[in-house]
C-alpha cells in the first residue's frame, strides 16, 4: 500500500530549506531502516543560486524556475518553503496539484488564507497536502489534533505561538528594559519578519490560530475571525505592574467554544505566573488544549528553528509515503452547529493604565464613566509623573469588554489623557 | 482504501471501559463526521455481569468468556482492558490475533513483556496491535513517537509517568507529611494498584519507561535493562532538605541514548524546582523529549483517568479503521549500534542523608570511605537527632554511581549507620 519511494522537491533554501537538506541527508538510511521510506532528493530550487548556504547544493539538480519543479514528472512531492513575499508560493502550490504532486508547506500565512481551496483543488487531484511545520515548529500540534484529539470535544485550546513576541515580552521582564529598545535588538538577531507588523502586530498568531482553531473545532478556516491585537503598546510598567499582582504578560492566542459560540483572539494577556503558560520563555512555544475527555493536555517545544521545522518537514514526507492524509479544511462547517463570537461577550477582569493630566478631578470624572458603564475596580493606584501627570493603574472586576470599550472610549473624549488607556485582559488560565 | 465501519468489542468494564463505552455513545456521530469512520459497539464482557457500574450495558450484546469474543466472527477489534491480574489478557489477546482481530489495549505491563511476541503474531495475521492509551493516558506519546518523531535521533527521553507516586510526592511536600500517612491515604482512595509495589517500587513506570523507549531509540523491548527503584524510603526530611537546596524529589523514568550507550532507569531523582517536570503535580504525567534536530519537546496531561484514558482508547480505533499501524517491537536491535548501560557509568551528583551514631571521630570515617572512592562532597550539614543519634545530609560533586554504591558498601560496613543511607541523584534537566 506504501509507495516506498518518494521523489522530493525543495522550493526555498532559506534556514528551513536548508536544514530539511541536511536532515534528509543525515536521518537517510535510518529512515529507510525504521519506517521502509525512501526520500529521494531530486531537484532543489531557490531565487538565487549562488547565495551562500551553509550547505553544499551542487549534488542536487537546479531548477531556476519553481513552476518548472512544479510540473516536473520525475517529482512526487513538493516542499514550498518560499514564505509570503510575493504570490510565487500560492501559484506554485496551485501548479503542482494541478500536476498531481503531493505539497508540504510550512507557509501558515498563505494556508490561513488559501487552504480550503487548497485542499478542495488537492482532493479533486487526489494528492495530500500536509503543513506540521507551519505552526510550532517542532510540536506537533497538527498530527495531534488530527489524529489523537479528533474524537474529543475541545472546548478550548490557547497558547504562545509566535516567539519573536515572546522573545521580546521575557527580555523587557528579565532585563527591564522598554518596549522599543528589545524591538530593535530582536531585529538586529533576525528574529523579526521583513514586515514587523506580522510577528509584533499577532498577525502571525492569528494566521496560526485560524489553522489549529479550525482543526480543533471543526469548523470552516476563518481568518477574519480571529480578533488580533499586538504588543507593541506594552511598556515595562506594565510588566512591572503585572508582576506586583503576580502576573505575566503573554501574547496570547485563544480559540474557546463555549455555550455554541466560538471565540478566536490574539491578545497580549496577564496570566497567572504560576501557569505553565507563564514559564514558557523565549521563542519556545506552548499550546494549551482543554477537551471533555482528556482535560488539560499541554504540549511545548521550539516554536521554530532549522532543526524542529525541518523535522516537521520531513514527519510530513513520510506520512505521505505512508499514504496518511486527513481532510482539514473542507469540512467547513457541517459539524458546528455553534456560532463565531465577534462582540467578545466572555466576562473578564482587566488590567487598564491611565496616563492623567493631574489635576482636581479627574479621578472622579474617569471612575464616573467607568461606573455608568458596569464596571467596578478592584485595586488601584496612583504614581505621580513630571509635568502636572499621573499614572494611574487598576484592575476591574469582571466585565464584557464591549461595557469596557464603551467606558475607554467616553473617557478618551473626556480630554483628561495624556496618551491611549493600555487594557488587558486578565486570563485565569 | 479505509474500511468505514469498524465492529468492536471491549473486553473488562472498569473505569476505562465503561469511559469507552460512554465515549463512543456520546462522540458516534461526531467521529463519523470528522473520520468518515463508524465505530459499532457490538460485544461486551467483564468478570461480574452484575456489578454495578456507571453506564447501562444492557442495550449491549454481554458474552461472558472473553475467549469466545476473541474467536466471534462478527467482532473486527478487540479492546482488551482486564489489567494484569491473571493469565486471561494474554490468551485473550493471542487468540484474538489468531483469529484475525486487530487489538486495542492499555495494559502497559503485560505489552512490556510480550510486546514482541504478540506483535510477531499480530504481523503473520496481517492486524494491527494500537496500545496508545498503555502510557501516559491522554498524552498522545505513543504516535507522537511512532509518527512524528520518527525522523529525529533521539537523545534523551524523560519524565514523571506513575501519578500515584507523583500524587504521594506532590501531597508529602505540599502538606509536610511523612510517606507512610500519604500512602494510606492514596490508598484509601483507591489511587494505589492491588499489589503496590507496581506504583511505589518503580514497576508501573519501568513498564512504561521500556514500551517509550523501544519506540524513541528504536531498539528491541528490553524491560529486565530498566534499573528500577521506587519512592517508599523517601522521607519527608529528604524532601524538606531538598526544597532547601533548590529542588523537588520526583520519581523519574529516564532513557538515554548517548556515546553510544543506552541507558534506562526508573528512580527518585532532585529536579531543580524551576524545571517543568518539577512543576508537575498531583497524577498530571510529564514527558520530555530531546533530539538531535527538534532540541527539547515536552508534552504533560492527565495521565490516567476515565476520560483521558477512554479518548486514547477510541482514538487507537480510529486508526486502526483508517489502516493506520507501525511496527514498534520488531525492529529488535537492528537499527542500534550501541551497548546497554547496565552499569549507570553516567557521571551525576548526589543527595545523601545518613542517620549516624554521634561519637567522635564519626563523619571523619565516614567521608574518609567516601574520599577513598573518589567521592568529593559539596555542602554537609549534620542535624542533632534524640538517643545520641546524628542526621548527616550532604551532596556531592559528581562522580559515577558505581564508585558511590562502592563508598555506601563501605560506610555501612563500619558500623556507624543506624538506617540504611538515602542517596538520591540530582538531576540537571
Redo the contacts between chains.
Keep these: ?1 506504501n509507495k516506498s519511494k518518494l521523489n522530493v522537491a525543495i522550493i526555498g533554501l532559506g534556514t528551513v530549506g536548508s ?1 530539511v537538506i541536511k ?1 534528509l541527508k543525515r ?1 537517510k538510511n ?2 529507510k ?3 521502509g521510506i525512501e526520500l529521494e532528493l531530486v531537484a532543489i530550487s531557490a531565487k538565487n543560486k549562488r547565495k551562500k548556504r551553509s550547505i553544499d547544493i551542487s549534488p542536487y539538480r537546479w531548477i531556476a524556475s519553481p513552476i518548472t519543479i512544479a510540473r516536473d514528472p520525475d517529482v512526487d512531492v513538493i516542499v514550498e518553503l518560499i514564505g509570503d513575499m510575493d504570490n510565487t508560493a500560492r501559484k506554485v502550490i496551485k501548479e503542482a496539484i494541478n500536476n498531481g504532486k503531493h505539497i508540504v508547506t510550512a507557509n501558515k500565512s498563505l494556508l490561513a488564507k488559501e487552504g480550503s481551496s487548497f485542499e478542495e483543488l488537492a482532493k479533486k487531484k487526489s494528492v495530500f497536502l500536509r503543513y ?1 511545520a507551519a505552526v510550532a515548529g ?3 500540534i497538527i ?2 489534533l488530527q ?7 475541545i472546548s478550548k485550546l490557547y497558547g504562545v505561538i509566535n516567539g519573536t513576541c515572546n522573545f521580546i515580552l521575557t527580555k523587557m521582564e528579565a532585563e527591564g528594559r522598554e518596549y522599543t529598545d528589545v524591538f530593535s535588538e530582536a531585529q538586529q538577531l533576525g528574529y523579526v519578519e521583513s514586515d514587523p507588523r506580522l510577528d509584533i502586530g499577532g498577525i502571525d498568531s492569528a494566521h496560526k490560530l485560524a489553522l489549529l482553531s479550525c482543526l480543533a473545532f ?1 469548523t470552516s478556516l476563518d481568518l477574519k475571525g480571529v480578533k488580533t491585537e499586538g504588543i507593541d503598546h506594552i511598556s515595562i510598567e506594565d510588566i512591572d505592574e503585572a508582576h506586583l499582582i503576580g502576573y505575566k504578560i503573554k501574547l496570547l492566542a485563544t480559540a474557546e467554544y463555549q455555550k455554541k459560540l466560538l471565540r478566536q483572539e490574539v491578545s497580549p494577556k496577564l496570566i497567572r505566573k504560576d501557569s ?1 503558560i507563564a ?1 514558557v520563555n523565549g521563542s519556545t512555544n506552548i499550546i494549551a488544549i482543554e ?12 516554536g521554530a ?1 532549522m ?2 521545522t ?3 518537514v ?2 510530513d514526507l ?2 505521505i509515503a ?3 492524509s486527513k481532510s482539514t479544511f473542507l ?1 467547513g462547517d ?2 458546528f452547529s455553534g456560532k463565531r463570537d465577534k462582540t467578545l461577550t466572555k466576562e473578564s477582569s482587566f488590567y487598564l493604565r491611565f496616563v492623567l493630566k493631574d489635576k482636581p478631578g479627574v479621578i472622579a470624572r474617569l471612575s464616573g464613566k467607568l461606573g455608568s458603564c458596569g464596571i467596578s475596580i478592584n485595586q488601584m493606584k496612583q504614581k505621580p509623573l513630571p509635568k502636572q501627570k499621573a499614572t494611574l493603574i487598576m484592575t476591574t472586576h469582571k466585565t464584557v469588554r464591549k461595557n469596557l470599550e464603551k467606558a475607554l472610549n467616553d473617557i478618551r473624549r473626556l480630554k483628561i489623557c495624556e496618551q491611549r488607556p493600555v487594557s488587558i485582559e486578565i486570563e485565569e488560565i
Design positions: 500500500m536544514g536532515l536521518q535510518n529512515i531502516n525504521r519506517t506540521e517542532g510540536i506537533p498530527k495531534v489524529d489523537s484529539l479528533i474524537v474529543n470535544k471543526g505553565p514559564q477537551g471533555e475527555e482528556i482535560g488539560t493536555t499541554i504540549f511545548s517545544g521550539p528553528g532543526g524542529p525541518a523535522s516537521s520531513v514527519s513520510v506520512a505512508s499514504r496518511k469540512n457541517k459539524n
